[in-house]
């Protein structure tokens, strides 16, 4: 099973809402990651996490806040998001001896 | 150097035609390389891995020069549905951080 899901595949929030992001693997991976992709662009990482400890914080606002509950899982939780911040958020997940990330299908939000 | 810099394109190709994609990077101590593919309002897919000199699958060659610090990617016979952008990805500086170039965008005509 080659496989990381995510949920939900579309969502749409006023800047006032809370919501979370759901991203799922049972490859046994030990990393995780939280990326950022605008149209047009390559995907920029926000967060990295290795052995569910959070490893890479690439400067991303507090408005979005992840969390690793256990290897399989990754969240992330959304408040009081921009509208600039409408993109497809993408998860990946790795093995820790090779960088062959494997990403899932992505969530597109839209923030109104 | 950019950390990794790839020909925009759009590389318009008709069918059959055989096409190449070069990245180059900047980051001498890399020692894996990867090519992902990408279509349109979806999510990138891991095409190939290259560890040595280079790797091939297919109608897919991937071509590695260190001393010139630059990947190739080969399409032999396109297909329509080789069409989508091309990424090409490099580890970055830090653990698990992969840097992506912009992308080449192919579309194969029929």
């Known amino acids: 099973d080659t496989e990381v899901t995510q949920t939900p595949k579309h969502l749409v929030m006023g800047m006032t809402n809370k919501k979370s992001l759901k991203c799922e693997q049972h490859m046994g991976h030990r990393a995780m990651y939280w990326y950022k992709q605008k149209a047009k662009k390559p995907p920029e990482l926000m967060f990295v996490y290795s052995y569910e400890k959070l490893s890479i914080n690439e400067s991303v606002p507090s408005r979005f806040s992840p969390e690793c509950p256990n290897s399989s899982l990754l969240n992330l939780h959304l408040h009081a998001l921009q509208p600039e911040d409408s993109a497809l958020y993408l998860c990946?997940?790795?093995?820790?001896?090779?960088?062959?990330?494997?990403f899932g299908p992505g969530t597109r939000l839209t923030v109104l | 150097r950019k950390e990794v810099e790839q020909d925009p394109g759009p590389f318009n190709v008709p069918e059959g035609a055989t096409v190449a994609f070069n990245c180059t990077y900047s980051n001498s101590a890399s020692q894996s390389f990867f090519w992902y593919r990408q279509d349109c309002r979806k999510e990138p897919k891991l095409l190939m891995s290259v560890y040595s000199s280079g790797n091939e699958d297919g109608r897919f060659t991937a071509q590695l020069n260190r001393a010139s610090q630059y990947i190739s990617l080969l399409i032999r016979d396109s297909k329509l549905s080789d069409s989508a952008t091309y990424l090409c990805?490099?580890?970055?500086?830090?653990?698990?951080?992969?840097?992506f170039g912009k992308g080449t965008k192919l579309s194969v005509i029929p």
């Open positions: 990805v490099v580890p970055g500086a830090g653990s698990y951080q992969l840097t």
């Open positions: 990946a997940s790795s093995q820790l001896a090779n960088n062959e990330q494997f």
